[in-house]
């Protein structure tokens, strides 16, 4: 039972109104939080019988499921009160007191059927309740037994098939027998309350009618219910019974106190979990599927077919088991994954790794997946995820990198704007910064997958402003060129007329001294004659240079 849920008293399950048969929310909100494993005890029989204080008895309370003080049946569909089970920690005891067959009130018995036939689809321990002594009438009345052939199916197909495929589906029988007046001997022999019954049910030799009226309902009570327990109870006091919650024990006869206490220990410790076929025990939730599947099969007036519920059961489970695991997927994601992952195959191994316990957890929470549908359904729903993830991986890989690249080469941009790079040799300069900032781009950490694909892409986007660029360096290394010839071409011009300039002004003088040198016949007529022609031959020379120049 669910560490807070505690139920003061008992509610209403199911509700009998007017032919119908009504599932209350409250009592399926209360099944729905009790995760443990569940042991239900059923009680049926007829009205008037003290049916509800032996519930009660079971709850550890003295009152709780209405006892009542007149004929009229207080009980009406099934009340339900979920308690921790005494004998069994972890476990959830689920009492259900069904309203009394054979109530003068009611037009007719179909309502009866009904409700007998849910406490046995519903219970692990079904409680039969009846007067005095088991006589043809209880046995009678227990006999609607053999009319469920008629009402329940064990398999889908319109075949009912053998009984005993129904028969596992029916809860052990614990036969009380209030007010018994009668003493446990036969022939002299004493015999205990179970031989009573066996003794009771058995069979008369014969193939008459008559015979085969009285054996049919034993033979029917023997086959469903192989497992059989009987309870024996004196008066418990001189008082009416409908004043029984009011009494202590101290008020009531010792052997009835000592009989319910012998009662209530056989249900705490031999009454079994709810089980379904394949030894699927039944939790709340489960337990909730089954009333609502069954109830379901009754109001629409067809048969209650076992096979039926619990594949409906299966459905639901395994698709909520489903829902569980892929929930349980994306907490492991979120947990582990931090997007972008720095390679596609890191986030391929934590998609694995959270696969793997989603199936888990499915396997867990799921039953009766016999063609594996819904394993199959799980796994497509996380082959969508991985695809998913794969997606939001790249496109966060791609936002990243995008801030990158505008964060590492946005100053690049900046400056070539600024015309940083607007002159000979910019083109040069611009690449070579361009290479620093790709150095520093792939140094950056966690850029994803997208990462090459991104760098190149922007690249590619800025192959214009690179050819801008080199077209400028070209267009200004041309125009430097050009003017640095202007300007050499110039200087040899001045040059050339420098030369021309020394010739005629100073040729004349050289001319004059040498003329005096010669007649004094001195030795600086020598020399400076010499002097004359080299510096004559180097005029000459720097012209014809300069013609060469012009020339070219």
């Given at each position: 039972?669910?560490?807070?849920?505690?139920?003061?008293?008992?509610?209403?399950?199911?509700?009998?109104?007017?032919?119908?048969?009504?599932?209350?929310?409250?009592?399926?909100?209360?099944?729905s939080?009790?995760t443990?494993?569940?042991?239900v005890?059923?009680?049926?029989g007829?009205?008037?019988?003290?049916?509800?204080?032996?519930?009660?008895?079971?709850?550890?309370?003295?009152?709780?499921?209405?006892?009542?003080?007149?004929?009229q049946?207080?009980?009406?569909?099934?009340?339900?009160?979920?308690?921790?089970?005494?004998?069994?920690?972890?476990?959830?005891?689920?009492?259900?007191?069904?309203?009394?067959?054979?109530?003068?009130?009611?037009?007719?018995?179909?309502?009866?059927?009904?409700?007998?036939?849910?406490?046995?689809?519903?219970s692990?321990?079904?409680?039969?309740?009846?007067m005095?002594?088991?006589?043809?009438?209880?046995?009678?009345l227990?006999?609607?037994?053999?009319?469920?052939?008629?009402l329940?199916?064990?398999?889908?197909?319109?075949?009912?098939?053998?009984?005993?495929?129904?028969?596992?589906?029916?809860?052990?029988?614990?036969?009380?027998?209030?007010?018994?007046?009668?003493?446990?001997?036969?022939d002299?022999?004493?015999?205990?309350?179970?031989?009573?019954?066996?003794?009771?049910?058995?069979?008369?030799?014969?193939?008459?009618?008559?015979?085969?009226?009285?054996?049919?309902?034993?033979?029917?009570?023997?086959?469903?219910?192989?497992?059989?327990k009987c309870?024996?109870?004196?008066?418990?006091?001189?008082?009416?019974?409908?004043?029984?919650?009011?009494?202590?024990?101290?008020?009531?006869?010792?052997?009835?106190?000592?009989?319910?206490?012998?009662?209530?220990?056989?249900?705490?410790?031999?009454?079994?979990?709810?089980t379904?076929?394949?030894g699927?025990?039944?939790?709340?939730?489960?337990?909730?599927?089954?009333?609502?599947?069954?109830?379901?099969?009754?109001?629409?007036?067809?048969?209650?077919?076992?096979?039926?519920?619990?594949?409906?059961?299966?459905?639901?489970e395994?698709?909520?088991?489903?829902?569980?695991?892929?929930?349980h997927?994306?907490?492991?994601?979120?947990?582990?994954?931090?997007?972008?992952?720095?390679?596609?195959?890191?986030?391929?191994?934590?998609?694995?790794?959270?696969?793997?316990?989603?199936?888990e957890?499915?396997t867990?929470?799921?039953?009766?997946?016999?063609?594996?549908?819904f394993?199959?359904?799980?796994?497509?729903?996380?082959?969508?995820?991985?695809?998913?993830?794969?997606?939001?991986?790249?496109?966060?890989?791609?936002?990243?990198?995008?801030?990158?690249?505008?964060?590492?080469?946005?100053?690049?941009?900046?400056?070539?704007?600024q015309?940083l790079?607007?002159?000979?040799?910019?083109?040069?300069?611009?690449?070579?910064?361009?290479?620093?900032?790709?150095?520093?781009?792939?140094?950056?950490?966690?850029?994803?997958?997208?990462?090459e694909?991104?760098?190149?892409?922007?690249?590619?986007?800025?192959?214009?402003?690179?050819?801008?660029?080199?077209?400028?360096?070209?267009?200004?290394?041309?125009?430097?060129?050009?003017?640095?010839?202007?300007?050499?071409?110039?200087?040899?011009?001045?040059?050339?007329?420098?030369?021309?300039?020394?010739?005629?002004?100073?040729?004349?003088?050289?001319?004059?001294?040498?003329?005096?040198?010669?007649?004094?016949?001195?030795?600086g007529?020598?020399?400076?004659?010499?002097?004359?022609?080299i510096?004559?031959?180097?005029?000459?020379?720097?012209?014809?240079?300069?013609?060469?120049?012009?020339?070219?």
């Open positions: 039972m669910a560490s807070d849920m505690v139920m003061p008293g008992p509610i209403c399950l199911i509700e009998s109104k007017e032919g119908q048969l009504m599932v209350k929310q409250e009592a399926l909100e209360i099944l939080a009790i443990q494993p569940v042991v005890v059923a009680i049926v007829l009205y008037r019988t003290g049916k509800s204080y032996l519930m009660n008895k079971l709850a550890g309370k003295r009152k709780g499921f209405s006892v009542g003080s007149t004929v049946s207080h009980t009406k569909g099934i009340w339900m009160w979920c308690v921790p089970h005494p004998e069994k920690p972890g476990h959830t005891l689920v009492l259900l007191d069904t309203e009394g067959l054979g109530d003068v009130e009611k037009v007719d018995d179909k309502n009866d059927t009904q409700i007998f036939v849910l406490a046995i689809l519903l692990s321990t079904l409680v039969y309740n009846s005095s002594k088991i006589d043809q009438g209880a046995i009678d227990l006999h609607n037994v053999t009319e469920l052939t008629d329940l199916r064990s398999r889908k197909s319109p075949d009912l098939g053998d009984a005993n495929d129904i028969v596992s589906f029916f809860p052990d029988l614990v036969w009380t027998l209030r007010d018994f007046y009668l003493s446990l001997e036969t002299g022999q004493l015999m205990t309350a179970d031989e009573y019954l066996e003794n009771s049910l058995k069979t008369k030799q014969g193939s008459d009618q008559r015979t085969q009226t009285f054996n049919l309902p034993r033979l029917c009570i023997q086959k469903f219910f192989p497992t059989k309870f024996v109870f004196d008066s418990p006091t001189h008082k009416k019974l409908s004043q029984l919650e009011t009494l202590q024990d101290d008020e009531l006869s010792l052997e009835f106190v000592q009989q319910v206490a012998e009662f209530s220990s056989h249900i705490f410790t031999k009454s079994k979990i709810k379904l076929p394949g699927i025990k039944v939790t709340g939730p489960r337990l909730e599927n089954l009333v609502l599947t069954y109830v379901s099969a009754i109001n629409s007036g067809d048969l209650p077919c076992m096979e039926n519920a619990v594949l409906a059961l299966a459905q639901r395994n698709s909520a088991a489903v829902q569980k695991a892929l929930a997927y994306d907490e492991l994601m979120v947990r582990k994954v931090q997007l972008p992952t720095e390679t596609l195959q890191e986030l391929l191994d934590l998609h694995m790794a959270s696969e793997r316990e989603a199936i957890t499915f867990k929470n799921s039953f009766k997946d016999e063609d594996q549908s394993q199959k359904e799980l796994q497509t729903l996380l082959d969508a995820k991985q695809k998913d993830i794969c997606k939001q991986n790249e496109e966060a890989s791609s936002d990243r990198c995008s801030v990158l690249l505008q964060d590492i080469f946005g100053p690049l941009e900046e400056e070539v704007k015309g790079y607007s002159k000979p040799g910019g083109h040069h300069l611009y690449l070579q910064k361009t290479e620093e900032l790709k150095k520093k781009y792939h140094q950056q950490p966690r850029k994803g997958t997208q990462a694909e991104a760098l190149q892409k922007y690249l590619k986007s800025k192959e214009s402003v690179s050819n801008a660029v080199l077209q400028t360096d070209q267009a200004l290394t041309a125009k430097e060129k050009e003017t640095k010839g202007e300007k050499k071409t110039e200087a040899m011009q001045e040059r050339q007329e420098m030369s021309k300039f020394e010739i005629h002004v100073f040729w004349p003088s050289w001319i004059i001294q040498l003329e005096e040198d010669r007649h004094k016949g001195s030795y007529f020598r020399q400076y004659l010499s002097m004359a022609m510096s004559c031959s180097m005029i000459m020379w720097n012209e014809k240079r300069c013609q060469g120049v012009f020339s070219v």
